[in-house]
Structures are given as structure tokens and as C-alpha cells.
């Protein structure tokens, strides 16, 4: 017995609700409303647990886009199943922080509350996706199969269900661009419907695949109603032609069209609520984080000006390391101090003086 997490949408457009429990067999086989459902054409993402078979082990994060592949604009499904839109990733706390400051958070969850319980070094792994869910919120949550993901499917956008949308085939154009069950670009030439299309297009256009390798296609998804069969010719790229049917799983497919950008008004609004939904409060928090850096950083682009910052530095007893060109100086009273009289002369000083928080003011007493 296996229970469905996320809806599931069969071939036939007949939808099995989330929380459905689905009996399968050893050959993976289960019924639903008198249909049969093959265990391997459903994500494993949609289980709560997926059903343990002998010599099927099911890999969830093979059944998601991988994180490297995520592009702006995918169409992916949260937890609730519910379509949402990639606005960015990175990787770790600055990761995070960057996508905070570039696009915001309106979820309840913060920085703190999803790294809760986690190393350092687990922090520093962490992949973070900012998305946009259906009422136009920004949100930032980790990327996988037990929290937001994009379904495999070169970034086409997704539907309720979390598999790649495809146009109806009713919506199918002459010259739309098309992708094969093998991941081969092809171009629609015609469709049609049912074994007679099929032999009148196959001897206008000389093809010589047979009606019979159609049909093994129809019956491996599922779907033996063969005078309803929707079929496409399509033109591969080395320009020879092919009829095959209008699926997924064992054809050929078109995309659908992403969704427009959102407006300027809405992205002003969610920043509204961002900001009234815990904005305030992160933010102050980041202020804060960036008054306390660990270390001030010197940068100084003229080689003989950083050779006398760095003498300077000798002469005052004060540790420091240098990368690519970058003095860095840990940020304590006594170096302050120090970086602080430097500052009067060196601006490189007195500007690294000020990306730590330390304001550098001269005082003296006339005698």
C-alpha cells in the first residue's frame, strides 16, 4: 500500500487525488476507478513513502530537475503540490542573503528556522530557491524532493500535478517545436487522429514506419483506444520524418508557453507584505550581523601603497593575512584602534574601516 502525497494526472486526463491509497502489485501494477496505474510512470516525489518492490528501488532526487539545471523562469511545485515559479538559487547563507536582498521573503519560515539543527558545514551545502507562488508572493525555501522542486522536463512549465505541462493536443500548430520521449528536438508538420490519418500521411509523405509500432507505443502507456489515437509528423533535425504519437512517455510533445513576467505593481505589493510579514524584523537582523564582522578587509589597489599599510602594520605588532591583493585585519578594539589613525592617510583603510561599521573620527586638543 503506497499513499499519494501529490495529485497525479494519468495519461488519459483522469487526476488521482493526493491522499489516495494505491495498492500495487510486484509487477507494479495497481487499479484506480477501474484504470490501471503502472507504478513506474508515477514520480516518486508523490509518495509519502514510496512502495518497497523487488528490484525497484526508486531514487526521489532522480525524479527532480537537478539543482545545477534550475534556471529563472521553471515551473516547479511546492510542498502542497501547488505550481509555483523560479525566481533564483544559491548555495549557503550568503546564498540565502543574496536572494533575501535581491527578491525578498514573505514566508513564515526564516533563515534561522530552516537551518535549525544544522552544522556549519551542513549551512555551508544548503541550496536555497527564491519562487512565486500563485498569489504572487516571493518566497525563499530549500530546493528537493521534500520541500520545492522543478519536475524533470527541460524547464517547461509544470502543472498541478508537478509533470511537465504540454500543450493540448488540440492547440498543436504546423511549425511548433516539439521534444521526443528521448529528448530529440523535432518540428510539428501535421497531426491527426486514429489509423486511417495514420495511412493516408504515411503514404503521402512516403514514411515507412508501420501503424503496428504506433500501437506498441499506445499499449506501453497505457492507452489501447487506437481510433482515438492523437498523432503528430514530425521533421527531425537530419530532416527525416516520423509519425508518432502525441505523448510523453512514447512521442512527441510541445511545451507550453512560460508565463508572462509579473507586473510592477504586484512585485510592489508582495514587497509590501514582505516587509509587514517579517522584513522588518530579517532585516534588522542582517544590520546587525553587518555592525559585527569578523574581520575588516583592506582593499588596496596600488602595490606600494599596500606595502607601506602593510609596514605599518608590522611596526604595530598587529597580525593580518593577505589574498589576492585583500589585507584582512580581525575586527577588535585594539586593531581598530590602530586602522582607525591609519585611516586618516590611507582611504583604502578608511573604507574598510567603514564596510565593518566603525566610523573613524579625528579629535585633538590645543594647547
Known amino acids: 500500500m503506497a499513499k499519494l502525497k501529490h495529485a497525479i494526472k494519468l495519461h488519459s486526463g483522469k487526476v488521482i487525488p493526493a491522499g489516495t ?13 477501474g484504470e490501471q496505474v503502472d507504478l513506474y510512470c508515477i514520480p516518486s516525489y508523490a509518495f509519502e513513502q514510496a512502495p518497497a518492490l523487488v528490484n525497484n528501488e526508486i531514487d526521489a532526487e532522480k525524479q527532480i530537475k537537478p539543482f545545477d539545471d534550475v534556471e529563472p523562469g521553471d515551473m516547479g511545485v511546492d510542498l502542497e503540490g501547488k505550481p509555483v515559479r523560479m525566481l533564483g538559487k544559491a548555495v549557503g547563507q550568503k546564498g540565502y542573503d543574496d536572494l533575501y536582498n535581491q527578491f525578498g521573503n ?31 508572493e516571493v518566497l525563499i525555501d530549500l530546493y528537493g524532493s521534500e520541500y520545492v522542486f522543478v519536475a524533470p522536463g527541460e524547464g517547461a512549465p509544470a502543472n498541478e500535478s508537478g509533470e511537465p505541462c504540454i500543450k493540448g493536443f488540440e492547440e498543436v500548430n504546423a511549425a511548433d517545436k516539439a521534444t521526443t520521449f528521448d529528448g530529440k ?4 508538420l501535421a497531426k491527426g487522429v486514429g489509423e486511417t490519418w495514420f495511412k493516408q500521411t504515411a503514404e503521402a509523405f512516403g514514411i515507412a514506419d508501420g501503424w503496428d509500432e504506433v500501437k506498441a507505443g499506445l499499449d506501453s502507456c497505457g492507452d489501447g483506444n487506437y481510433d482515438a489515437a492523437e498523432l503528430v509528423l514530425v521533421k527531425f533535425e537530419d530532416g527525416t520524418m516520423k509519425i508518432m504519437n ?3 512517455k512514447c512521442g512527441a510533445t510541445v ?21 509587514e510579514k ?7 537582523r542582517m544590520q546587525a550581523q553587518a555592525a559585527t564582522e569578523a574581520e575588516i578587509t583592506i582593499n ?31 575586527d577588535d578594539d585594539n586593531n581598530a584602534e590602530v586602522l582607525a589613525k591609519l585611516a586618516q592617510t590611507y582611504p583604502s583603510v578608511e573604507c574598510g574601516m567603514a564596510e565593518a561599521g566603525i566610523e573613524c573620527v579625528v579629535s585633538f586638543i590645543r594647547k
Open 246 to 248: 502525441y505523448c510523453p
Open 21 to 33: 491509497d494505491l495498492s500495487f502489485s510486484n509487477e507494479g501494477k495497481a487499479m484506480y476507478a
Open 106 to 136: 514573505t514566508s513564515a519560515k526564516s533563515f534561522e528556522d530552516i537551518t535549525t539543527g544544522k552544522s556549519e558545514d551542513e549551512i555551508k551545502e544548503m541550496q536555497f530557491v527564491a519562487y512565486s507562488n500563485e498569489s504572487g
Open 185 to 188: 528536438a523535432v518540428t510539428i
Open 278 to 284: 517579517g522584513g522588518r524584523e530579517a532585516y534588522a
Open 255 to 275: 511545451a507550453c508557453e512560460k508565463p508572462a513576467e509579473p507586473s510592477t505593481e504586484a512585485i510592489m505589493e508582495a514587497a509590501r507584505r514582505r516587509w
Open 300 to 330: 588596496e589597489e596600488d602595490e606600494d601603497i599596500r606595502q607601506n599599510i602593510i609596514t605599518e602594520l608590522d611596526n604595530a605588532g598587529i597580525d593580518y593575512e593577505v589574498e589576492d591583493g585583500v589585507i584582512k585585519v580581525d
